[in-house]
């Protein structure tokens, strides 16, 4: 069993950065590929970025060169640095813990999710 807890959304104006975290409980935690996910009102839940367990990192187009995912083992921490933050990141983020590919249905174990908002 995995348990995630997200934290460091917030409210932001375009541009801006924040940092999300998201803890992990569990001595696995390092064995499992993290990653990040992302729903928009009225829309589907999409990935936005992942990490496997030996530092192979994968984000979607959209937040290329802008979002940064990693993950401290020692911390059972996984982390999703945005940056240059646009109006149409704003989103619930969820923190997801899986074996696998970056599809949803890889991931197990979720967290109950933070929200970010991009004012523009």
């Known amino acids: 069993q995995v348990q995630l807890v997200e934290s460091g959304g917030g409210l932001v104006q375009a541009g801006g950065s924040l940092r999300l975290s998201c803890a992990a409980s569990?001595?696995?935690?390092?064995?499992?590929?993290m990653a990040w996910f992302r729903q928009a009102p009225g829309k589907e839940r999409d990935i936005v970025a992942g990490?496997?367990?030996?530092?192979?990192?994968y984000s979607t187009d959209s937040v290329k060169g802008r979002f940064t995912i990693s993950r401290d083992n020692a911390k059972n921490t996984v982390y999703l640095q945005m940056n240059s933050l646009k109006p149409e990141d704003t989103a619930d983020y969820y923190c997801?813990?899986?074996?696998?590919?970056?599809?949803?249905?890889?991931?197990?174990?979720w967290g109950q999710g933070t929200q970010v908002t991009v004012s523009s």
């Open positions: 990490i496997t367990w030996s530092g192979i990192t």
């Open positions: 997801a813990a899986g074996r696998g590919g970056w599809g949803q249905l890889n991931y197990a174990y």
């Open positions: 569990g001595r696995t935690f390092s064995s499992y590929t």
